[in-house]
């Protein structure tokens, strides 16, 4: 048996479904779950000391392209819309290869962790020069943070109307029959997994309407998520309206991508009807506020669509378009754009919080993890608010109202991952010097 007691927390911020808050108290942690909520809780094992400290569950990243850590502020992308960017990028990422995925996934889960997340998903959709979905799921394995990633694709180039130059795309029968190869090889649906495969074709502007809807079945005879960008931005929705004929919700839609297995990044765009579709069909959002802003795409409809019912979860996006990989950073984020196009009560910093942990189970269907409460899996994080930015706080919504930005500790699945604000499980200066002597590479 493995116990960890985190006493004497100053604030513990469950996001069960009461949505407890306790002070002064205790979480007892068990082979990899939570076994108590208290005051006076003891232990034979391992005791880390809270005072001074706001306990939360874990954060959940529902978006991200691990990849991109390599190509933060690329000059000829710092300041162009959603296309102009991608076209700028895509040939850089052309050179890619298997140790460039996994170092740059490696960086950038390690700033995720750093920052409060525990589990992370994944947007990988370009496989050049050998790279393979593994790279990541081999990064986040030896790091220890819990990992959804999916096997995205591009299979539309230039040549046939697409956005991605033709060498970056595959054919549609290998994209399929590796997808089955990464779920049969990887997936783990069982409660408590530490690795998930989803089905991710990139975007309605670089796949063909016949990969979107054979993944979705692919999906569904597999058991596992589908995920993909959707109106993003204004050239996304022309795109959409010009080469389909229709908005992107109803060609979600008639291609079987609405439900509680689909996840959409972005969201944007997406109109009234489009909310009440996802709303109706349980279809989840990852929201990307630094993205939408870095990328000039606007202001999601965050607002609205909660009050529809629609699942909403937190995405840092790819470190090209945001470029930090800072998850409470990003729920702050999140939290101050609803006010600045609702108003200073659209969203408060608990909602916000609440988004960036229970929000993203939901959204990735973990009911195991994102909150703490006894049998729930013990992903959490710690954060010590006895310094500089929280002196003077009167409420843990200080967290997101003004800081710490990084954790003390994080446990996930039980395991400490970071002490005293430093990875424990890899080392970080190693990976740096990795990731520097990649990018002498690329810049060369
Ligand atoms: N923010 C992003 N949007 C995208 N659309 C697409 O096709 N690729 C991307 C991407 O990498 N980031």
């Not at 629609?310 to 945001?322: F, P, R, Y």
């Amino acid at each position: 048996m493995r116990e960890t007691l985190i006493r004497n927390a100053d604030h513990i911020l469950t996001m069960d479904d009461d949505r407890r808050e306790l002070r002064g108290a205790d979480v007892l942690i068990r082979d990899g779950q939570i076994a108590a909520i208290g005051h006076g809780l003891v232990t034979r094992g391992e005791v880390v000391e809270a005072r001074g400290c706001v306990v939360t569950p874990g954060l959940v990243n529902t978006h991200h392209h691990l990849y991109q850590t390599l190509t933060r502020a690329v000059p000829g992308g710092q300041d162009a819309l959603l296309f102009g960017w991608l076209k700028t990028l895509y040939p850089i990422w052309a050179r890619f290869g298997p140790e460039e995925m996994f170092t740059s996934a490696q960086i950038g889960l390690a700033e995720l962790a750093l920052s409060g997340c525990t589990l992370s998903s994944d947007h990988l959709y370009l496989y050049p020069n050998g790279a393979r979905l593994e790279d990541t799921i081999h990064a986040a394995g030896e790091l220890g943070l819990r990992f959804h990633p999916t096997r995205g694709a591009m299979s539309i180039g230039e040549s046939a109307g697409g956005l991605p130059p033709d060498s970056l795309v595959e054919h549609e029968a290998d994209i399929l029959n590796d997808c089955i190869r990464v779920v049969d090889a990887f997936h783990d649906a069982s409660d408590g997994s530490m690795c998930r495969v989803g089905i991710a074709p990139c975007s309605p502007f670089s796949v063909s309407r016949e990969l979107m809807r054979d993944a979705a079945l692919l999906a569904r005879d597999k058991g596992v998520m589908l995920h993909t960008h959707l109106a993003e931005n204004d050239e996304d929705i022309a795109y959409s309206l010009e080469k389909f004929g229709c908005r992107p919700g109803q060609y979600a839609e008639d291609l079987g991508w609405t439900g509680a297995d689909v996840w959409h990044a972005h969201c944007v765009k997406l109109d009234g009807q489009e909310i009440d579709l996802f709303a109706k069909t349980r279809t989840g959002v990852a929201h990307c506020p630094c993205s939408n802003c870095r990328l000039g795409s606007g202001i999601a409809p965050v607002r609205t669509m909660r009050d529809a019912g629609v699942k909403v979860a937190l995405g840092v996006d790819g470190s090209a378009s945001n470029d930090a990989g800072n998850l409470i950073a990003e729920a702050r984020q999140a939290m101050l754009l609803q006010r600045v196009s609702k108003g200073a009560d659209a969203m408060s910093a608990r909602e916000a919080l609440e988004i960036a942990t229970r929000g993203g189970a939901e959204v990735l269907n973990r009911p195991d993890c994102g909150q703490i409460a006894p049998g729930k899996r013990a992903d959490i994080a710690i954060w010590d608010v006895s310094g500089l930015e929280s002196a003077g706080s009167w409420d843990p919504a200080a967290l997101l109202l003004a800081g710490p930005m990084k954790v003390r500790y994080l446990y996930v699945e039980g395991r400490q991952i970071v002490r005293d604000g430093q990875i424990t499980t890899i080392d970080v200066e190693a990976l740096i010097a990795r990731q520097a002597r990649l990018l002498s590479g690329l810049m060369a």
